[in-house]
């Protein structure tokens, strides 16, 4: 197999990066060439993403492969966070910067919307996990309380697209982003016409759906003469950056589930086909679209967010606290001592984490910690116990007992985490890679190109390519305890 390039943008709610994939017959491997910090900008009191800044550092991405002498591409693939999305006019331009998920516009609008559609039948047309900040309430949200800017909207883009359309000038909808909007029949795998019609929502707004490894288009001549590059392929990976993530696990043979470990938690199962049944909706589990016609059955449940919000407010006061040396302070408190449930509604954004974690214990009769290294254990531990839990439902639900947790993404690197999650599943755990949505980024561009054969061979030239580390369940008596105690306080 001659080697080939590909370029990978991985678009995160924190921080994004373009990784270079240089792909031959035995490994796929990644060097950085640009990394930068995301932000969410705050506009008359409302969060949005910035997209002058993120449209600069796509190109200054683009700039950066051109420089570092990464011109022979075989394609560019974008992948983002998923729900979020931009409305173009019908010239093409951005009517205003997307709204963030976090945002609290859609505070009541999913009650507004079950008001209409039953909360039972929209999930039984969608199969979609339901969360305040998914597309559908978004593009509501929208309807409700900017009819102007809906009446001016041609077409709606969700993130990784509107990237894709900066860089070609092709409008496109990309599957698996697409699955993440609660606007899609599971079942059917289109667009869910009935929700337009009942929620007067403008049908003209969303594009036929294309499957991810989808040839876009070539980068514009603008664009290519700004940074330096020839008129490269652009192709539409896994535009989710889970989806992406999910078919870069180095999985073989056998029964297995995974978790996407970062500023959220997904943890689930590949199927074939999704399940919509009384107890995945009281689950709350969620079918998205992946790689080769596979279905994601997962739990979105909130991750490292709560670490990572924790940390900000204490670095308020000017200190400069790593990640490290915050889980080496949990090493050293007090174990079990305070547990939350991570997707309480008080931790989805707000003004003082360490605060609003304090008041959750508070209410729950439970100590509140005193030093930083106990509020960093009671969250891993809470993380771990919800994860416990989730795997507990997807047995129940599917019928499935997976032999092995394979933990991928930034959050596989937290060692105390990974411990305290096959502590607590019972399950061996094997963690890597940390890149996984650039890898699976780059696999599913180099099967479009024809260089990959399927899936299957891209997992096992993943595996091949990345050290794993596996993690084997150490004393669980005082886990089981805990669990015990937790797991009816959990959602």
């Given at each position: 197999?001659?080697?080939?390039?590909?370029?990978?943008?991985?678009?995160?709610?924190?921080?994004?990066?373009?990784?270079?994939?240089?792909v031959?017959?035995?490994?796929?491997?990644?060097?950085?060439?640009?990394?930068?910090?995301?932000?969410?900008?705050?506009?008359?009191?409302?969060?949005?993403?910035?997209?002058a800044?993120?449209?600069?550092?796509?190109?200054r991405?683009?700039?950066?492969?051109?420089?570092?002498?990464?011109?022979?591409?075989?394609?560019?693939?974008?992948?983002t966070?998923?729900?979020?999305f931009?409305l173009?006019?019908?010239?093409?331009?951005?009517?205003?910067?997307?709204?963030?998920?976090r945002?609290?516009?859609?505070?009541?609008?999913?009650?507004?919307?079950?008001?209409?559609?039953?909360?039972?039948?929209?999930?039984?047309?969608?199969?979609?996990?339901?969360?305040?900040?998914?597309?559908?309430?978004?593009?509501?949200?929208?309807?409700?309380?900017?009819?102007?800017?809906?009446?001016?909207?041609?077409?709606?883009?969700?993130?990784?697209?509107?990237?894709?359309?900066?860089?070609?000038?092709?409008?496109?909808?990309?599957?698996?982003?697409?699955s993440?909007?609660?606007?899609?029949?599971?079942?059917?795998?289109?667009?869910?016409?009935s929700?337009?019609?009942?929620?007067?929502?403008?049908?003209?707004?969303?594009?036929?759906?294309?499957?991810?490894?989808?040839?876009?288009?070539?980068?514009?001549?603008?664009?290519?003469?700004?940074?330096?590059?020839?008129?490269?392929?652009?192709?539409?990976?896994?535009?989710?950056?889970?989806?992406?993530?999910?078919?870069a696990?180095?999985?073989?043979?056998?029964?297995w589930?995974?978790l996407?470990?970062?500023?959220?938690?997904?943890?689930g199962?590949?199927?074939?086909a999704?399940?919509?049944?009384?107890?995945?909706?009281?689950?709350?589990?969620?079918?998205?679209?992946?790689?080769?016609?596979?279905?994601?059955?997962?739990?979105?449940?909130?991750?490292?967010?709560?670490?990572?919000?924790?940390?900000r407010?204490?670095?308020?006061?000017?200190?400069?606290?790593?990640?490290?040396?915050?889980?080496?302070?949990?090493?050293?408190?007090?174990?079990?001592?305070?547990?939350?449930?991570?997707?309480?509604?008080?931790?989805?954004?707000?003004?003082?984490?360490?605060?609003?974690?304090?008041?959750?214990?508070?209410?729950?009769?439970?100590?509140?910690?005193?030093?930083?290294?106990g509020?960093?254990?009671?969250?891993?531990?809470?993380?771990?116990?919800?994860?416990?839990?989730?795997?507990?439902r997807?047995?129940?639900?599917?019928?499935?007992?997976?032999?092995?947790l394979?933990i991928?993404?930034?959050?596989?690197?937290?060692?105390?985490?990974?411990?305290?999650?096959?502590?607590?599943t019972?399950?061996?755990?094997?963690?890597?890679?940390?890149?996984?949505?650039?890898?699976?980024?780059?696999?599913?561009?180099?099967?479009?190109?024809?260089?990959?054969?399927?899936?299957?061979?891209?997992?096992?030239?993943?595996?091949?390519?990345?050290?794993?580390?596996?993690?084997?369940?150490?004393?669980?008596?005082?886990?089981?305890?805990?669990?015990?105690?937790?797991a009816?306080?959990?959602?």
């Amino acid at each position: 197999m001659t080697a080939r390039k590909y370029l990978a943008f991985d678009f995160g709610a924190e921080s994004g990066r373009a990784m270079l994939g240089l792909v031959d017959d035995r490994s796929i491997q990644l060097a950085e060439v640009h990394r930068f910090a995301n932000r969410q900008v705050t506009r008359d009191g409302h969060l949005h993403w910035d997209m002058a800044y993120l449209r600069g550092e796509l190109e200054r991405g683009l700039a950066a492969a051109a420089a570092a002498g990464h011109k022979e591409l075989s394609g560019i693939g974008v992948d983002t966070w998923g729900v979020d999305f931009g409305l173009l006019d019908e010239a093409d331009q951005l009517l205003d910067d997307p709204y963030a998920y976090r945002d609290a516009r859609t505070n009541g609008i999913m009650e507004e919307v079950f008001a209409t559609i039953p909360r039972d039948e929209l999930y039984g047309l969608t199969g979609i996990q339901f969360m305040q900040f998914n597309s559908l309430f978004q593009l509501v949200a929208t309807a409700r309380q900017e009819p102007h800017t809906l009446a001016r909207a041609h077409t709606l883009l969700f993130m990784p697209d509107l990237f894709t359309f900066f860089m070609t000038g092709e409008k496109s909808c990309e599957y698996t982003i697409a699955s993440t909007s609660q606007m899609l029949n599971s079942r059917t795998r289109t667009w869910e016409e009935s929700l337009f019609e009942r929620l007067s929502l403008p049908r003209h707004l969303v594009l036929p759906l294309t499957p991810p490894g989808t040839r876009i288009g070539m980068l514009a001549k603008d664009v290519a003469a700004r940074v330096g590059l020839p008129r490269v392929q652009v192709i539409a990976p896994a535009c989710h950056d889970t989806a992406s993530a999910v078919a870069a696990v180095p999985a073989g043979k056998g029964s297995w589930a995974y978790l996407s470990s970062g500023t959220w938690s997904l943890l689930g199962v590949e199927l074939r086909a999704p399940i919509i049944s009384q107890l995945s909706l009281e689950g709350n589990f969620t079918n998205e679209g992946g790689v080769g016609g596979t279905i994601r059955f997962l739990r979105n449940t909130m991750g490292l967010w709560l670490l990572q919000r924790c940390r900000r407010d204490w670095e308020r006061g000017g200190s400069t606290l790593s990640y490290d040396y915050l889980v080496g302070l949990a090493k050293d408190a007090p174990p079990f001592a305070a547990l939350v449930d991570p997707d309480d509604p008080s931790f989805l954004n707000p003004p003082d984490m360490p605060e609003a974690i304090g008041a959750y214990l508070r209410r729950t009769g439970q100590p509140v910690p005193r030093e930083q290294g106990g509020f960093v254990r009671c969250i891993l531990e809470s993380l771990a116990l919800k994860y416990r839990f989730l795997i507990e439902r997807i047995r129940h639900i599917t019928g499935e007992r997976p032999e092995v947790l394979h933990i991928v993404g930034g959050g596989s690197q937290n060692e105390l985490l990974n411990q305290f999650t096959t502590d607590a599943t019972g399950l061996p755990v094997l963690a890597g890679p940390v890149e996984a949505t650039a890898l699976g980024n780059i696999a599913v561009q180099a099967i479009a190109s024809g260089q990959i054969g399927t899936l299957a061979e891209a997992r096992a030239l993943i595996a091949s390519s990345v050290p794993l580390k596996e993690y084997r369940p150490g004393a669980r008596a005082a886990w089981e305890e805990a669990y015990g105690r937790m797991a009816p306080l959990f959602q």
